[in-house]
């Protein structure tokens, strides 16, 4: 295990830790309304963080009407999560 890799490949990915706990959460909900993340997260300052994860390709926004948008991890996203895994040794 290294914490201090892990935290240098957040650097290095632009991701904060509340960003990290946000694809963690898609990852094992799948696609997700903006109103089921924000339970989830405790928080209803999350739009920002989505918005930020979504522009860095982690995470793809889908609009179907004007006020429903569905958050999912996109393959970049998926990547990411998968060398945290490899950093603590750990399979998907």
């Keep these: 295990m290294s914490v201090a890799r892990h935290h240098?490949?957040?650097?290095?990915a632009g991701i904060s830790c509340r960003g990290e706990y946000m694809l963690?959460?898609?990852?094992?909900?799948g696609e997700c309304k903006t109103e089921y993340i924000r339970r989830m997260a405790m928080s209803?300052?999350?739009?920002?963080?989505?918005?930020?994860?979504?522009?860095?390709?982690y995470i793809q926004i889908k609009k179907p009407n004007h006020k429903l948008r569905l958050h999912s991890l996109t393959d970049l996203g998926r990547e990411y999560l998968e060398q945290v895994r490899k950093i603590y040794g750990q399979s998907a």
């Design 8 to 12: 240098r490949l957040r650097i290095m």
């Design 24 to 29: 963690g959460i898609l990852e094992e909900e």
């Design 44 to 57: 209803y300052e999350i739009i920002d963080l989505l918005n930020s994860l979504a522009d860095k390709g």
